[in-house]
């Protein structure tokens, strides 16, 4: 079945970029989504690839595509307090189904 | 910004008793979903529903699980008969078009069987 692996936890300091990696195994995943939860909050959506992509990037995020090793990382340039929370990398092959979620990777921000 | 909205934020049961889990999705959005979490773990699928029927249920929704769109706004999960390994945070999700952007997540009910 589908699974999505991450390491559990980076810590980085105020100021550095964070690199989160991301592998899963489902080779129909058509969508892949990287998301946040901070403590006590829902999940939220902070970006997404499409398979036929090799990179996005949205402000302070980008988000890298390898599909022929079926990994995902989302570089955070910059990296804040504030983006201490928990991200979660997750795929879908599209559609109304299922999203499969990785198990999170905490990251700590040091001021 | 719309907000997938849950309640009750917390909700403490006993084994055995049934429990109703709400969420208000985003009035404009067609499908819904149902995730919950077990400390310490994965994020779970548990359902998804369109068009007034379930679309697809892991393993996990056995026949103890419902959902149901009682009105034109609320989504509820039901639990029949709670068991102590019930104990996770649920999430209610929606989207507009079936999730291929992303879904809007609600804050989550955190369901502590005791």
């Known amino acids: 079945g589908e699974d999505v692996e991450q390491s559990l936890f980076l810590s980085v300091r105020e100021g550095d970029s964070s690199v989160i990696n991301c592998t899963y195994t489902?080779?129909?995943?058509?969508?892949l989504y990287w998301y946040k939860q901070e403590p006590g909050a829902g999940l939220q959506l902070l970006t997404y690839?499409?398979?036929?992509?090799d990179m996005k990037q949205d402000q302070r995020l980008t988000v890298l595509l390898n599909k022929k090793d079926k990994h995902l990382s989302l570089r955070i340039a910059d990296t804040q307090t504030g983006d201490s929370a928990i991200y979660f990398c997750a795929e879908s092959p599209g559609g109304y189904q299922k999203v499969t979620f990785g198990t999170g990777t905490k990251l700590q921000v040091i001021p | 910004e719309p907000e997938v909205t849950q309640t009750p934020s917390h909700q403490v049961t006993q084994m055995g008793q049934e429990v109703i889990l709400r969420c208000v999705p985003i009035?404009?959005?067609?499908?819904f979903y149902w995730y919950r979490q077990i400390l310490g773990q994965k994020v779970e699928f548990l359902v998804s529903?369109?068009?007034?029927?379930?679309?697809?249920k892991s393993e996990i929704f056995d026949d103890q699980f419902s959902v149901e769109r009682p009105d034109g706004s609320n989504f509820t999960l039901k639990i029949r008969s709670t068991k102590l390994e019930d104990s996770a945070m649920y999430f209610c999700a929606s989207s507009p078009t079936g999730g291929e952007v992303g879904y809007t997540f609600g804050s989550g009910t955190r369901l502590t069987v005791v």
């Open positions: 009035s404009n959005h067609l499908y």
């Open positions: 690839i499409f398979s036929n992509m």
């Open positions: 489902d080779s129909s995943s058509t969508y």
């Open positions: 529903f369109y068009n007034n029927e379930i679309s697809e």
